[in-house]
């Protein structure tokens, strides 16, 4: 270890960087720092310096949620700062030097092109470049990219300002950084086929990527179109590449482009991912993809996706909007709730500032919905339902859990709590994909029975998706048709059984502005669902769901949901197996009737002003003591001017005059007119009511 002091961070600087680190997207966790040139652990001989956990899990207990990072980090304000890899195909590529790294990148680079523009942070002994993947690749991805390069995929890197162990400060590179919003770039094809472990046979880092992807439609046809031209052919092979390029599809068509030529003979990867990178270079060829599908055509293609099946003739007779449906006025038809007249049962947006604590506050308030709760929880409805849970972050929800218990605000058994309320690791997929378990989630559904009506309703059970991001794979959440046919097919094709997505708000805005908000991504996603609700801060750090203002279809009786937190503390175990004190945070959430948020909002406001009234006579109060210490200490044949007074008091000089008079006013201080003037300046000067019977002399006597 170098010999000079290492650096020490102000905790402020380290909390909010990992604050911030959380809100563009990643995980967060404390690590052990330096002290001097001592790891935090204590052991002078620790194989890994300022860089191992002090949660007790490591990166699995990795966190967005800003009460728990809060709380991490006012334990360990000196905690270095982690952030969880692999979430949503984020990768790390760490280069360390002393084991020749950077020789083994250069040569990397050489040979197949540079890296896109990054995220780059330069560490004590090298550099970690962040990069982005497909998700599902992440289970295949290798521990080394070669000698002296390590990937992390599904543990942590260590990152800005923390300290290397040997003194140096890790940073982002200018206009790389993560801390100001830049964004791990697409992996290159060649790097990402480096990355991945082959299924089943070895093959060489320049052979083209061989994981299934889902196309666009149009890159789908592009691909058939292919199949019917000759690679060999270097005026087509050239004209293909310039039409796929032409679609700005990025990647994703160079890797048509590379499927259809690995059967040339004359393949090479790094040629044609220098004639793909010349393609940017020279705009104006006039090649498009329907110059591709015009070749194609000419040599008898016949593009499927053209080929239309014919839907019935519609006629007077079968036309759909003939349809008059038989109602009855007195014969309404009731609906089904989640929450009775709060949260009805189809597919609700819940959307949420990132980092808010939406996991928080969700997982207590499902609990009610499976009535594992008091039974006089106002909370809880008529229709008890299972829960499944489909979590970025399980044992965040099982700390939930485990924090509700220890408060006693689950009354249930563990083997009830584990059968009705289920918990899913999330896996991001397309919604045809999510809806195929649709068979398992019905043998989930629950028969409720009135016992003075005898009337039965069987209840599916509510599926939660957190989040988003996490769960449904969208080629791009700003497509309003995309995301249409998403929720129109979770709606149609899962059997009625109700879901609620967890998406992030699209931009800060104040509580005020609820009925201004968006969640992030197309129109659709609240346009399409039956019911959106946001969450928002407190002022006092609490959370409020409001359902009047969102859109939703019946009438509400509540304005919303205040959410209380509520910190509890266990005995536990850290990574070694050592006891230590676990602390867990969940939020109890308080339906606010309807009507009942504005009284609230009153009473804060009212509780404001009177603790700043109580402080602003506190404060008067211990100004009059600061008066009243002047004057009683005076000697005899002493006083004070106004000015004096005021001076000595400190503070606002005005506020202090209206102080003197108001006492004057009320006899606890005597102005008077002296006898004699210590200077001509002055007219009246100021003593406690007990010198009334002193002679005031002239200054020369002392005064």
Not at 57 to 79: C, F, I, N, V
Not at 83 to 104: K, S
Not at 563 to 573: C, I, K, Q, R, S
Request: aromatic share 6%.
């Amino acid at each position: 270890m170098s010999s000079e002091a290492v650096i020490q961070i102000h905790p402020k600087l380290l909390l909010d960087a990992a604050l911030k680190y959380a809100e563009r997207g990643f995980r967060v966790l404390p690590l052990h720092g330096m002290r001097g040139a001592i790891c935090s652990c204590g052991d002078k001989d620790c194989r890994s310096p300022g860089k191992h956990p002090l949660t007790a899990h490591g990166a699995t207990e990795a966190s967005r949620d800003e009460m728990t990072l809060r709380g991490w980090w006012s334990k360990w304000p000196q905690a270095n700062i982690g952030l969880a890899m692999g979430d949503a195909g984020c990768v790390a590529l760490d280069i360390d030097t002393r084991n020749n790294g950077h020789l083994t990148w250069e040569s990397i680079i050489r040979e197949n092109g540079d890296l896109p523009e990054t995220p780059t942070q330069r560490t004590g002994n090298g550099a970690h470049y962040l990069v982005h993947i497909d998700p599902e690749l992440i289970p295949r991805v290798r521990g080394k990219l070669g000698p002296g390069i390590d990937i992390k995929a599904n543990g942590y890197i260590v990152a800005e300002p923390s300290i290397h162990h040997t003194g140096r400060r890790y940073a982002w590179d200018d206009g790389l950084d993560v801390l100001q919003g830049f964004t791990p770039a697409r992996a290159p094809v060649w790097l990402e086929r480096m990355l991945v472990e082959p299924l089943g046979e070895k093959i060489s880092p320049n052979s083209p990527n061989l994981h299934t992807i889902t196309l666009p439609q149009q890159l789908t046809e592009a691909a058939d179109a292919l199949s019917h031209l000759n690679a060999e052919d270097y005026e087509q092979w050239i004209e293909a590449g310039m039409a796929l390029h032409a679609t700005g599809l990025g990647d994703v068509a160079y890797q048509v482009w590379v499927d259809w030529s690995v059967g040339s003979t004359k393949f090479d990867h790094k040629t044609q991912r220098a004639k793909w990178l010349s393609f940017g270079r020279n705009r104006q060829t006039g090649v498009t993809i329907k110059t591709l599908f015009s070749r194609a055509q000419s040599v008898g293609w016949i593009n499927p996706m053209s080929i239309k099946t014919h839907a019935p003739e519609i006629t007077a007779e079968n036309h759909p909007l003939a349809n008059f449906l038989p109602y009855a006025l007195n014969d309404l038809e009731p609906d089904e709730f989640i929450f009775d007249d709060v949260l009805i049962a189809g597919v609700t947006l819940l959307a949420g500032f990132t980092g808010i604590g939406k996991t928080t506050a969700l997982v207590p308030l499902m609990t009610r919905a499976a009535h594992l709760c008091d039974p006089s929880d106002p909370l809880r409805p008529i229709l008890r339902r299972k829960v499944v849970y489909v979590s970025e972050d399980p044992k965040q929800v099982i700390r939930v859990l485990t924090s509700m218990r220890l408060s006693g605000e689950l009354t249930a058994n563990d083997a009830e709590i584990s059968e009705w309320f289920k918990i899913v690791p999330a896996r991001r997929m397309d919604a045809a994909s999510i809806v195929k378990v649709r068979q398992t989630y019905e043998t989930l559904t629950h028969r409720n029975t009135d016992s003075k009506t005898g009337v039965s309703h069987d209840t599916m059970p509510i599926v939660v998706f957190d989040t988003s991001n996490a769960t449904i794979d969208l080629e791009n959440e700003s497509d309003n048709s995309e995301v249409g046919k998403c929720i129109s097919t979770l709606k149609s094709e899962f059997g009625g059984i109700p879901i609620i997505i967890v998406a992030h708000l699209a931009k800060t805005l104040k509580k005020a502005d609820i009925s201004d908000m968006t969640s992030r991504g197309a129109g659709a996603w609240e346009g399409d669902v039956n019911q959106v609700l946001y969450m928002t801060k407190e002022d006092d750090g609490g959370r409020w769901l409001d359902v009047l203002q969102a859109k939703h279809r019946f009438v509400t009786r509540a304005d919303g949901i205040l959410f209380h937190a509520v910190p509890t503390e266990t005995d536990g175990l850290d990574i070694l197996g050592r006891a230590k004190t676990i602390s867990l945070l969940h939020c109890q959430p308080e339906m606010v009737e309807k009507g009942g948020r504005d009284i609230i909002q009153q009473a804060a406001k009212q509780a404001k002003e009177a603790e700043r009234e109580a402080i602003g006579v506190m404060m008067r109060s211990e100004r009059k003591k600061r008066v009243v210490a002047i004057l009683v200490g005076l000697g005899a044949n002493q006083y004070k001017t106004k000015n004096e007074l005021c001076d000595e008091m400190g503070g606002k000089k005005s506020l202090n005059m209206d102080l003197v008079d108001d006492m004057v006013k009320g006899f606890e201080i005597e102005e008077f007119k002296p006898i004699v003037k210590r200077f001509r300046q002055h007219t009246t000067g100021y003593r406690m009511p007990t010198n009334l019977a002193q002679n005031y002399q002239n200054a020369k006597d002392g005064c």
